[in-house]
T-cell receptor, first 114, second 118 residues
Framework: NAGVTQTPKFRILKIGQSMTLQCTQD?????MYWYRQDPGMGLKLIYY???????DKGEVPNGYNVSRSTTEDFPLRLELAAPSQTSVYFC?????????????FGPGTRLTVL | AQTVTQSQPEMSVQEAETVTLSCTYD???????LFWYKQPPSRQMILVIR??????QNATENRFSVNFQKAAKSFSLKISDSQLGDAAMYFC???????????????FGEGTQLTVNP
């Protein structure tokens, strides 16, 4: 199993550009998550999904959109990139949404908006 | 809203010695889970240990153990026989009980950067 994979690993955007961060998991997990990690800070939840076709906002959703058309994929869309979106983005997945279920994380995407 | 506080931005330890990382949290829930995650320079988030609030016994995973004080809302991580590979950022995280089909969220602290000196 590859686990959770993310592409690209690094990206530089200009202000106002758009892009999609890709996330795929091969563990047949129902729950998937997008987090952002600002320098020196913990992770903050952007969006999450409890299954194909179902998504919901997390703590910091503004400026982002998601979709979940398959169990495996959970892309994150940035529209009109802003310098405040410079961060490291992590995708994660878990079998179920509560209790002690471990969230498995991807390697992250480092995004810089100039 | 739940909050997680790690009051030590940086800690250092000598190889083979023991170090304790602190974490406190705020919640009105009675059933929840707590986690410690490790983030080495590779950025990969790795689960170190987890604790269910209803279990009185402190969790242990090899050299890693926790001191869970529910009344004090404290959840510290003890690393024994520290190794160079333990050097990383450590995050404490809180998970509330799931609400219906929406599951529950992880709330992270700001992290403690651990340096292991040879």
């Amino acid at each position: 199993n590859a686990g959770v994979t993310q592409t690209p690993k690094f990206r530089i955007l200009k202000i106002g550009q758009s892009m999609t961060l890709q996330c795929t998991q091969d563990m047949n997990h129902n729950y998937m998550y997008w987090y952002r990690q600002d320098p020196g800070m913990g992770l903050k939840l952007i969006y999450y999904s409890v299954g194909a076709g179902i998504t919901d906002k997390g703590e910091v959703p503004n400026g982002y959109n998601v979709s979940r058309s398959t169990t495996e994929d959970f892309p994150l869309r940035l529209e009109l990139a802003a310098p405040s979106q410079t961060s490291v983005y992590f995708c994660a997945s878990s079998l179920a949404g509560g209790g002690g279920n471990e969230q498995f994380f991807g390697p992250g995407t480092r995004l810089t908006v100039l | 809203a739940q909050t997680v506080t790690q009051s030590q931005p940086e800690m250092s330890v000598q190889e083979a010695e023991t170090v304790t990382l602190s974490c406190t949290y705020d919640t009105s829930e009675s059933d929840y889970y707590l986690f410690w995650y490790k983030q080495p320079p590779s950025r990969q988030m790795i689960l170190v240990i987890r604790q269910e609030a209803y279990k009185q016994q402190n969790a242990t995973e090899n050299r890693f153990s926790v001191n869970f004080q529910k009344a004090a809302k404290s959840f510290s991580l003890k690393i024994s026989d520290s190794q160079l590979g333990d050097a990383a950022m450590y995050f404490c995280a809180y998970r509330s009980p799931p609400k219906g089909s929406s599951g529950s969220r992880l709330t992270f602290g700001e992290g403690t950067q651990l340096t292991v000196n040879p």
